[in-house]
């Protein structure tokens, strides 16, 4: 009866440090959308901004190669930012739900979705950033003279690039390998082997009554 209540005692208290675990994991990956999609709403602004109040000036008419991909970078940044603000909150408002009213291994089951669905909303929030800044060079041929266009685009070619490999110097920085079920497996190991450590002493002890 000791070993049995041993047993549970420990397996209670070994589920109940994975649950926090995974709840600290939850509010992290809130945390991570919550601020990602706040930031992408700012960029979907900036885009319908650039569609409704852009107005081209009369010399500049003619330049319709330009003009196309102004408006069609304006509008994949708008799309991909929207994108990113819903994916953002369906998965905060859904994951959230589950985990705390769902049957049992529900919080397991939504870290795992937000985890990987998270390469999604990052892939767009990048997507959107760099469609707004293509807008941003082809605005600028398109309203500006020819040497403070050449200026800018240089300016904002710089800028962009700069962001795109801090950012990717940042992920290969922060990534490691990772492996899921790495704490699971280590839970069940220390169980098994108190389970294992507890039982030999008394089957030591049955030999010895028996004899």
Same mark, same amino acid.
């Given at each position: 009866?000791?070993? =049995? ?11 109940? &440090? ?8 939850? &509010? ?13 709403? $700012?960029? =979907?602004?900036? %885009? $319908? ?5 852009? &107005? ?20 994949? !940044?708008?799309?991909? &930012? ?9 998965? !905060?408002?859904?994951?959230? +739900? ?7 291994? #529900? ?7 937000? +985890? ?11 997507? *959107? ?19 403070? %266009? ?8 710089? *800028?962009?690039?700069?962001?795109? #490999? ?25 169980? !098994?082997?108190?389970?294992? !450590? ?12 028996? $004899?």
């Amino acid at each position: 009866l000791m070993l =049995a209540a041993d047993r549970l005692l420990l397996e209670s208290s070994l589920k109940q &440090n994975a649950i926090q675990l995974k709840e600290k994991e939850l &509010n992290l990956h809130n945390a991570n959308f919550g601020s990602l999609g706040t930031q992408a709403a $700012v960029l =979907a602004g900036f %885009a $319908v901004t650039a569609l409704i109040e852009f &107005n081209m000036p009369a010399e500049h008419i003619g330049n319709k190669y330009v003009e196309f991909a102004y408006y069609v970078c304006v509008m994949i !940044s708008l799309v991909t &930012n929207l994108y990113c603000v819903a994916g953002s909150t369906f998965l !905060s408002v859904c994951a959230t +739900h589950m985990a705390l009213r769902g049957p049992d291994g #529900s919080v397991e089951k939504a870290v795992e979705g937000m +985890h990987e669905e998270r390469q999604t909303i990052f892939y767009s929030f990048g997507v *959107g950033l760099a469609s707004l800044l293509a807008a941003m060079m082809c605005g600028a041929w398109l309203i500006m003279s020819a040497e403070a %266009a050449l200026v800018s685009t240089i300016i904002v070619g710089y *800028g962009g690039y700069r962001t795109y #490999s801090f950012g990717k110097r940042t992920f290969r920085r922060f990534s490691f390998r990772e492996n899921r079920t790495e704490i699971d497996d280590f839970l069940v190991n220390i169980v !098994s082997r108190f389970m294992a !450590s507890r039982a030999s002493p008394s089957g030591e002890d049955d030999e010895k009554k028996q $004899v």
